[in-house]
């Protein structure tokens, strides 16, 4: 596992959940309007992506999931949107190193790449994904708290990546043995081909 911790991605967009504001909001109309049209944004782009790509609030509860993602582990929205992702599936990321990494996310405004996650999951089978995850925020102080803290993670499926290195590793390992085992062969013919000859010249 290899992560990299650095500190400081439709048109039905609009009919998207949209996560509610601080209660630190003023109230404002322009506000409203505001956040609204930024979730909108934040919605689009995450549609469009070809990696699945799941978006979390502050409490690490899944408020979107684009398809990729759904396409991915076979899960439909119903099951996925309002959970912690904790508790998703069978349980797959909770790991004690990913709650710690989520968890320094929006304290401390960093974000990680890189991340490995080798999980038998439901429908799927045996898959190894990376994780990439950021922090969404606004870097004006005078509103960052206005709008609602967001995670987004992406992910990557280098399962099949994986297998072919697996393979790879295994045949040069096979090769390696075979390569050993006859040159110990080798050496012995050479021994008992040298023993012959010191007798043949000591006659």
Known sequence: MYVMIHTMKNKNAKNKKIPKKSKKNPGSDFFVKFWEQSWTYIRTVVDVLSEPVIILDKNFVVLAANEAFYDLFQVDKKNTEGEVIYKLGNGQWD?????????????????????????????????????????????????????????????????????????????????????????????????????????????
């Open 95 to 203: 790991i004690p190193v990913l709650r710690k990494l989520l968890e320094d996310i929006l304290p401390k405004n960093t974000f990680f790449k890189g991340f490995e996650v080798e999980h038998n999951f439901p429908l799927i089978g045996q898959r190894t994904i990376i994780l990439n995850a950021r922090h969404i925020h606004t870097r004006d102080k005078s509103t960052s708290e206005l709008f609602p803290q967001l995670i987004m993670i992406a992910m990557e499926d280098v399962s099949d990546i994986m297998s072919i290195a697996n393979r790879l590793s295994e045949y040069t390992n096979r090769i390696e043995q075979t390569l050993v085992n006859r040159t110990e062969k080798l050496e012995v013919k050479i021994v008992k081909l040298e023993n012959k000859i010191s007798s043949f010249h000591k006659k």
